[in-house]
């Protein structure tokens, strides 16, 4: 299956009357009159996203704070773009944040691009993700595509960064569940591994037996 939003969200008539009354410019994109639409827009696309961020593909929190709204072109640069439903995607704030207001056009644009082909990163509309960017062991990410959208990704948006927060997320819960953390360990051990575990565990209880 294509891994792309497979169609934009559409704002009711409601939202266009606001949109059309209270944005002048990207700064607009704050005011809470547009909280309704931010909302549906949300709900629209998290089914249509499968519930993953659009660059990283880690699964979106639930809470308002554990989601962004992200403008593929940012809208300082381009703020006629602010309110495209082809522009906004859900983002997870750290690629947000770690994107930021990073060029991500071959070449300045008037109108709104039909097509990935002058977007240097994976457009969330346009683009087959698959195709650009295969993601191993959950965090290790590799640029696929010649036209190096992939590998432009991965550096805007710092993609990197996941292979940090997986051990730490790791570690974490290693700390909270101990057993958790070693049936973890014997799931995805060699043989000689789980054997040594084992062991381990002996002498874990033999321990406890003993105190
Ligand atoms: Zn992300």
Redesign the pocket.
Known sequence: MVDKISAPYVPTCEELKTIKAHFKDDKDWKNEKFDGFKSNLITDLRLKQDNK??????ELGYDIKNVDIEHIIPKSKYSQFTFNPKNLAL??P??NTSKSFKNVLHKPVKLYPRGGTNIMIVHAHFDDYKECIEIHDGAIYEGLDDAGKGCDTIKI?KLHRMKKVLKKMRKANAQKSPVKSLVESLRTATKEEQQELADLVVQLINNSAGN
């Open positions: 961020c659009c660059y990283c593909k880690w983002s997870c750290g690629c948006c």
